[in-house]
């Protein structure tokens, strides 16, 4: 397990470079939500990184969620970063703030079903697999626009912006493209101001490539690895 001085480290470090990234791209650091990502990282860790600051975290499994979440503080917001599965939606609604990994009309069909059987509204974004990568899950740049249109539709799901696992490169500079094409749908489904639509999410960039996101206008990154080591 990591050390309480060597989280304290790695999670300063990381904010800094998030926050110098912003400002290099022309905005606030507060624009862009660093999102500590603590999938596989006991409680107690997480409960380390409450106690400097962390007040929402990404994990990738409805269990590990369902499972931590009681151990820790209630003001430690949780977001659904990793593929859902269909048979999971009822458990893991009421408990995440936002849900990124959205990528059919399927799945959105059975947030709606169980958000109404729930009595709440579900915020999402949709994933997009914008490497073209065929071990990915997303939707391709091509058919977001109309997912989304479709997604519009029910009532208790509010698309709010957009996600990307980029593909795992050696230079973080090979992932700028997909980035940029990130960036450019998002603005580009903003312009086209779709009723039950926000654009306020752009999730995308990881220990290894995030500031390359921020630069190209990710306003949510997702890191792991570089806070709580390998
Ligand atoms: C694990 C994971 C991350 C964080 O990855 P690191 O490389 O450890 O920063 C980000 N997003 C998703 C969807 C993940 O599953």
Do not use: W
Request: glycine content about 6%; hydrophobic content about 40%.
């Amino acid at each position: 397990m990591i050390s309480f001085e060597e989280l304290e480290k790695n999670y300063k470090q990381v904010i800094e470079r998030t926050a110098e990234a912003a400002i290099r791209s022309g905005r606030a650091p507060e624009d862009v939500l660093l999102l500590p990502v603590t999938k596989t990282q006991d409680a107690e860790v997480l409960k380390m990184a409450y106690d400097l600051g962390m007040r929402a975290c990404g994990e990738n499994r409805v269990q590990e969620i369902l499972a931590k979440k009681p151990l820790l503080p209630q003001d430690l917001i949780f977001h659904l970063i990793g593929h859902l599965q269909k048979n999971k939606v009822r458990q893991i609604l009421g408990e995440v703030s936002l849900i990124h990994s959205v990528d059919s009309f399927e799945l959105a069909q059975v947030i709606e079903k169980e958000a109404v059987k729930k009595d709440l509204e579900a915020d999402i974004l949709v994933e997009i697999n914008a490497g073209g990568e065929e071990t990915k899950f997303g939707t391709t740049l091509e058919q977001t626009e109309g997912l989304i249109r479709q997604i519009a539709v029910l009532p208790h799901v509010h698309v709010r912006g957009l996600m990307t696992v980029a593909p795992y490169v050696e230079d973080p500079e090979e992932n700028r493209k997909v980035f940029r094409d990130m960036h450019h749908i998002y603005i580009d489904i903003q312009d086209k101001n779709i009723n039950n639509v926000t654009m306020s999410v752009l999730s995308m960039g990881m220990t290894n490539d995030y500031e390359v996101a921020v630069s190209e206008g990710a306003n949510l990154v997702r890191v792991g690895t570089g806070i709580f080591g390998a």
